[in-house]
């Protein structure tokens, strides 16, 4: 009897080998039709905005400190993202710091894109030095201002910036165009490496310790040491309305802002549009933006824009001095006093609450809705 030859076995016959070729043929298939399903859906965008974006630090003084922070292309705050509704935006982030990085698109729906949410270990490894990654998302029915920040430890209170969204071409704002738009960041800096703070904060237990100083587009405002040149300023013409958008970028406070003897009318919260509702003072949390109108219809002056704490929580320590920014007319005196703008106390609860209250859609409401309340319903 002849003996058979061990690899016998491994040798694939005709038919196994047309039987997997069958396989990969339907394999091939059910990917490309699975492909095609997604595309469907896949938010394509009308056109494409390209970033470059790279962590770099930088070294700043401020309140008389001089020390290194983490930044997106050495600007602080960092570079503004435009586009329009249901654009693309691409993102390339090069880490040039000797730190990890990831950067969230805060408020972003991320439809079909989740990859590119940002939040280090939960949708993405973070980027380390030396390395690139791409964010790709599209901006479905989102229309106003939203912002991005750095999504590992504490370095968003440098690494944050804007995102503004402009309607399709063609369509209005729901209320009055402006004569002109400004972005206002509201912030908080520490004269600590914000990576050792946060490990520090985490050790302890407790809360973390209060900001050196609140900051208004990254600057403190004449209130603080050494920061009276220190200070944004935005030029209006009399008579004009402008469109404000505000956008709290602290690490943990929440704040109010506010205007000397100026009405805030908000039109659109979290790049939502909004019933408008005019107040005195506009509260955000961390990671809220809202956009507001202003009108310059006051005498000819500096008028003090304000930010300060909102605590209502009891006993913890907080940086209580306001941050100025100034609101200025053409034609008022270069060195005038800044008129002052009364913010709540820190604790007005009521001054919230009046402002949250007055957050109401654009959108009609469709309620009462109609409950399903049998659990077998919900199978059909
Ligand atoms: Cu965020």
Redesign the pocket.
């Given at each position: 009897m002849q003996p058979t030859p061990p690899f016998s076995l491994s040798v694939p016959s005709k038919m196994t080998k047309v039987v997997t070729t069958l396989n990969y043929l339907w394999l091939s298939l059910l990917l490309y039709a699975l492909n095609m399903h997604v595309m469907a859906f896949w938010p394509g965008g009308r056109s494409t905005r390209f970033y470059d974006f790279k962590v770099q630090t930088m070294r700043t003084t401020k309140l008389c400190n001089t020390q290194d922070i983490v930044t997106i292309n050495g600007m602080y705050p960092g570079p503004v993202v435009y586009a329009q509704e249901d654009d693309r935006v691409i993102v390339r982030l090069t880490n040039e710091s000797p730190y990890n990085a990831t950067i969230?698109w805060?408020g972003v729906r991320q439809r079909l894109s989740c990859w590119s949410d940002g939040p280090s270990y939960i949708t993405q490894c973070p980027v380390q030095p030396g390395q690139t990654f791409t964010y790709e998302f599209t901006l479905i029915q989102q229309k106003g201002t939203l912002f991005w920040?750095a999504?590992i430890s504490w370095i968003?209170g440098t690494v944050h910036g804007a995102i503004v969204i402009y309607p399709k071409t063609g369509v209005p704002y729901p209320f009055q165009y402006p004569y002109e738009e400004h972005i206002i960041i509201l912030g908080e800096y520490w004269l600590r490496d914000l990576r050792q703070l946060e490990q520090a904060v985490l050790a302890s237990g407790g809360g973390p310790p209060p900001a050196n100083a609140f900051t208004i587009n990254g600057h403190p405002g004449p209130n603080y040491n050494c920061s009276n040149n220190d200070v944004y300023k935005i030029d209006v013409v009399p008579g004009k309305t402008y469109l404000l958008r505000l956008i709290n970028a602290g690490l943990n406070m929440e704040s109010f802002f506010a205007i000397a003897n100026h009405k805030l009318t908000i039109v659109e919260a979290d790049a939502e549009y909004i019933k408008p509702f005019t107040t005195d003072r506009v509260m955000l949390g961390p990671?809220q933006t809202l956009n507001v109108l202003v009108t310059a219809n006051q005498p000819i002056g500096r008028y003090s824009m304000a930010m300060g704490p909102y605590m209502s929580a009891r006993n913890v320590p907080f940086q209580n001095i306001t941050s100025i920014a100034y609101f200025q007319y053409l034609g008022a005196m270069p060195n005038s006093i800044a008129l002052p703008a009364p913010l709540p106390v820190f604790n007005d609860n009521l001054a919230v609450k009046t402002v949250m209250d007055g957050l109401k859609s654009l959108n009609p409401a469709q309620i009462p809705k109609r409950l399903i309340k049998t659990f077998s319903s919900l199978l059909v």
């Amino acid at each position: 009897m002849q003996p058979t030859p061990p690899f016998s076995l491994s040798v694939p016959s005709k038919m196994t080998k047309v039987v997997t070729t069958l396989n990969y043929l339907w394999l091939s298939l059910l990917l490309y039709a699975l492909n095609m399903h997604v595309m469907a859906f896949w938010p394509g965008g009308r056109s494409t905005r390209f970033y470059d974006f790279k962590v770099q630090t930088m070294r700043t003084t401020k309140l008389c400190n001089t020390q290194d922070i983490v930044t997106i292309n050495g600007m602080y705050p960092g570079p503004v993202v435009y586009a329009q509704e249901d654009d693309r935006v691409i993102v390339r982030l090069t880490n040039e710091s000797p730190y990890n990085a990831t950067i969230h698109w805060h408020g972003v729906r991320q439809r079909l894109s989740c990859w590119s949410d940002g939040p280090s270990y939960i949708t993405q490894c973070p980027v380390q030095p030396g390395q690139t990654f791409t964010y790709e998302f599209t901006l479905i029915q989102q229309k106003g201002t939203l912002f991005w920040h750095a999504h590992i430890s504490w370095i968003r209170g440098t690494v944050h910036g804007a995102i503004v969204i402009y309607p399709k071409t063609g369509v209005p704002y729901p209320f009055q165009y402006p004569y002109e738009e400004h972005i206002i960041i509201l912030g908080e800096y520490w004269l600590r490496d914000l990576r050792q703070l946060e490990q520090a904060v985490l050790a302890s237990g407790g809360g973390p310790p209060p900001a050196n100083a609140f900051t208004i587009n990254g600057h403190p405002g004449p209130n603080y040491n050494c920061s009276n040149n220190d200070v944004y300023k935005i030029d209006v013409v009399p008579g004009k309305t402008y469109l404000l958008r505000l956008i709290n970028a602290g690490l943990n406070m929440e704040s109010f802002f506010a205007i000397a003897n100026h009405k805030l009318t908000i039109v659109e919260a979290d790049a939502e549009y909004i019933k408008p509702f005019t107040t005195d003072r506009v509260m955000l949390g961390p990671g809220q933006t809202l956009n507001v109108l202003v009108t310059a219809n006051q005498p000819i002056g500096r008028y003090s824009m304000a930010m300060g704490p909102y605590m209502s929580a009891r006993n913890v320590p907080f940086q209580n001095i306001t941050s100025i920014a100034y609101f200025q007319y053409l034609g008022a005196m270069p060195n005038s006093i800044a008129l002052p703008a009364p913010l709540p106390v820190f604790n007005d609860n009521l001054a919230v609450k009046t402002v949250m209250d007055g957050l109401k859609s654009l959108n009609p409401a469709q309620i009462p809705k109609r409950l399903i309340k049998t659990f077998s319903s919900l199978l059909v």
